[in-house]
């Protein structure tokens, strides 16, 4: 009977010495060092391809200051692509001190597990709808034909394409026109009403006032700014953005015209008191 229980007790120690190897060696897998944009640890990618990504990643983040990294590990270990992810991205501290505006690709090759982690300030523009269709139609069906870099290629430029419409490089939406440009329209608000003017008083039966034919120009004005449109709007990627630099630089040399003549038509009166 003794023999039975020590014998017993033997194997309940002996399942119990393995269950706790096992659980010690599937510990949770550990966060490397940030040291590079694509950091990969199960040498899937040739040093050409990591360096033609992280070439993208640089010059993405020298532009918009947003910080893309990629991680590719072997195995997750005891924890799950979600936790882990999250524990990287806070680890790592992603995006700019000041922002959050931090992106995390996370790939668990071995366990056929992937996650993107989108930095807050990012959220708007990277949404969650965006990422799983990214996952489902960019990365999953290259992952299954072993197209690692194609796949994480392909994704990079989809995210990167997100953001910077976003971002909007200021530089493509806002027409670089000469300050030229401006001073013409202000001299088309000078002459046109002063032109009315002295035309009325000679061929009109009745003279105009200058304060009319300022009012007159502002059709012109208009016109003036749908030309504008017409002329500059093809090579500007927002028209939004272009007729509001119309209107305001035909609407201010409109205000100016009209503060010129009201100084002129304010000397006028001053004359006519005088004599």
Not at 137 to 165: E, F, G, M
Request: glycine share 2%; hydrophobic share 45%; net charge positive.
């Amino acid at each position: 009977m003794l023999i039975k229980l020590i014998k017993g007790l033997h194997l309940k120690l002996f399942f119990l010495s393995v269950f706790l190897l096992f659980a010690v060696s599937i510990k949770a897998a550990e966060v490397p060092k940030l040291n590079a944009w694509v950091i990969d640890e199960t040498k899937t990618l040739s040093k050409q391809q990591i360096n033609s990504i992280s070439e993208k990643l640089a010059h993405h983040e020298q532009n918009t200051s947003d910080q893309f990294v990629v991680l590719i590990i072997k195995t997750l270990g005891s924890e799950s692509i979600d936790k882990y992810a999250i524990k990287v991205f806070n680890e790592w501290q992603l995006g700019q001190p000041d922002k959050k505006n931090g992106l995390l690709i996370v790939i668990a090759k071995d366990d056929h597990k992937l996650r993107i982690e989108v930095g807050n300030d990012l959220k708007n523009k990277i949404t969650d709808p965006v990422v799983k269709k990214i996952i489902k139609r960019n990365i999953t069906p290259l992952i299954n034909q072993n197209d690692y870099y194609h796949a994480i290629d392909i994704t990079v430029d989809k995210l990167i394409s997100k953001t910077t419409v976003s971002h909007a490089n200021i530089k493509t939406l806002i027409p670089n026109w000469p300050i030229s440009l401006a001073l013409i329209c202000s001299l088309f608000a000078l002459i046109i009403p002063f032109s009315l003017y002295f035309l009325s008083t000679r061929f009109f039966k009745k003279q105009l006032t200058l304060k009319k034919c300022y009012h007159i120009y502002f059709i012109p004005s208009i016109a003036l700014s749908l030309i504008l449109l017409n002329l500059f709007g093809s090579s500007i990627k927002s028209n939004t953005v272009t007729l509001i630099y119309c209107l305001t630089i035909t609407l201010t040399s409109y205000i100016n015209a009209g503060v010129l003549i009201f100084i002129v038509c304010y000397i006028k009166k001053i004359i006519k008191k005088a004599s």
